[in-house]
């Protein structure tokens, strides 16, 4: 069964910290990998990523993925409030459906 | 550019009643997507549309159905309403199944008891 696992499921740090957020998988006939920011409502787009190590990066956030061993990272440099929320990480399949983690929920103390 | 809207955006539904959510985007994505996403979980895919006429199921289409009839409008119909579908329904749409990202509405809260 495909299957897309995050880590932590819930991380608590203070402003100005670097934090790290994982996503394994498990899919069978991988597409792409995706992350999404969730705040109060809908998931907002942040990455898509198709190819092993290149760097995608926006801002104080950068995504990387290796293929070979099948996970992804998300980086968020010099937090600030604003960047408390739910990071989704899916998994496009060849039949073009997201398979979803259960989502990393950050809180980023004053 | 409305984007992708979604109503209503709260209702409550006693046991054995039965509602449609409605999703209509404006972006001409031949891409649709329903999606629930319960407490503290990740999005589960309910039904899904490749184009105008074209449906199939995802992952959890028990109790569900959804029809599109245009490139527009993708509602989804819920018949004799569970408990366990209390959820936050997502209707998300994208202009291709692979390539590009998926856009989401704004969501219902549904609340059956």
């Known amino acids: 069964e495909d299957k897309v696992v995050q880590s932590p499921l819930s991380l608590v740090v203070h402003e100005g910290d670097t934090v790290t957020l994982n996503c394994s998988y498990e899919?069978?006939?991988?597409?792409?990998l995706l992350w999404y920011k969730q705040e109060k409502k809908a998931p907002t787009f942040l990455f898509m990523l198709?190819?092993s190590g290149i760097e995608k990066k926006s801002g104080r956030l950068s995504s990387i993925l290796d293929k070979k061993e099948l996970f992804s990272i998300l980086n968020i440099t010099a937090t600030q409030t604003g960047d408390s929320a739910v990071y989704l990480c899916a998994v496009l399949d060849s039949n073009y459906q997201l398979i979803w983690g259960a989502g990393t929920k950050l809180i980023i103390k004053p | 550019n409305a984007g992708v809207t979604q109503t209503p955006k709260f209702r409550i539904l006693k046991i054995g009643q039965s509602m449609t959510l409605q999703c209509t985007q404006d972006?001409?994505?031949?891409?649709m997507y329903w999606y629930r996403q319960d407490p503290g979980m990740g999005l589960k895919l309910i039904y899904y549309?490749?184009?105008?006429?074209?449906?199939d199921k995802g992952e959890v289409p028990n109790g569900y159905n959804v029809s599109r009839s245009t490139t527009e409008d993708f509602p989804l119909r819920l018949e004799l309403a569970a408990p366990s579908q209390t959820s936050v329904y997502f209707c998300a749409s994208s202009q291709t199944g692979g390539a590009y990202e998926q856009y989401f509405g704004p969501g219902t809260r549904l609340t059956v008891t």
């Open positions: 198709t190819s």
């Open positions: 549309s490749v184009g105008a006429g074209i449906t």
């Open positions: 972006m001409n994505h031949n891409y």
């Open positions: 899919v069978t006939n991988f597409r792409s």
